[in-house]
């Protein structure tokens, strides 16, 4: 059983991820473990666990600038801000062709990039996938379709925020299947505004 770590914490297991070829629906999102942990990830479903890969944008390579954000208030500042400019990019922007690689590649991968990491399937505790109502659209952020809040016996919690209708919708189908009475689905697909919005 291949052992390693990644982004501190053991991404564990190759085995149990190898196993499951052309069985993993992905999904992309802003995933937050701390302001020094976040980033956009590719989330692939697998049977036995939640692979989070760490993506690279065409045209900018790691999340960010890469540059040092030096240390107190500024440093945090400046963090966000380049969080906020390349976490939130659309989707179109970022590498592709990640689905199309074996576990081996992906896990290869995850080794090389720090924030990666595997919430296995014994020790994710609860999951709750939500929709931002209308006011928080109006108000907040529009591009947000929706948010999912896992909490894992070792990682802790581990928040995602979702901003495209068709990763929404991988989510929404292959998280359930995956994590049976563990995930409470808080959200509803309105057919008027095309959106997914909090279940009534």
Same mark, same amino acid.
């Given at each position: 059983?291949?052992?390693?770590? *990644? $982004? ?5 297991? *190759?085995? +149990?991820? *190898? ?9 992309? &999102?802003? %995933?937050?473990?701390? @302001?020094? #942990? ?22 900018? $390579? ?10 107190? @208030? !500024?440093?945090?500042? &400046?963090?966000? #801000? ?9 989707? =179109? ?6 689905? !199309? ?20 399937? =014994?020790?994710?505790?609860? %999951? ?29 919690? %581990?928040?995602?925020? +979702?901003?495209?209708?068709? &990763? ?17 689905? #808080? %959200?509803?697909?309105?057919? #008027? ?8």
């Amino acid at each position: 059983m291949a052992t390693f770590t *990644a $982004g501190h914490y053991a991404l564990q297991s *190759a085995t +149990i991820l *190898a196993e499951h070829t052309g069985d993993r629906p992905s999904f992309q &999102a802003d %995933v937050s473990r701390g @302001l020094f #942990n976040s980033g956009h990830f590719q989330v692939f479903a697998m049977p036995q666990g939640l692979l989070f890969l760490e993506m690279r944008l065409r045209d900018y $390579g790691n999340l960010g600038s890469g540059q040092s954000y030096g240390t107190g @208030l !500024a440093g945090a500042s &400046a963090a966000w #801000n380049d969080g906020q400019r390349y976490g939130f990019a659309p989707p =179109d922007k970022w590498e592709t062709g990640l689905d !199309a690689k074996g576990e081996d590649e992906l896990l290869e991968l995850a080794r090389e990039r720090r924030k990666s990491f595997v919430s296995k399937l =014994d020790e994710i505790c609860a %999951v709750s996938i939500d929709a931002p109502g209308f006011f928080a659209r109006t108000l907040g952020d529009s591009s947000l379709e929706g948010t999912i809040t896992l909490r894992d016996r070792t990682l802790g919690k %581990v928040y995602a925020e +979702i901003r495209d209708a068709s &990763a929404m919708s991988v989510a929404v189908d292959a998280l359930p299947r995956r994590l049976g009475d563990r995930l409470q689905l #808080n %959200v509803q697909f309105d057919r #008027n505004s095309r959106r997914f919005v909090p279940k009534r």
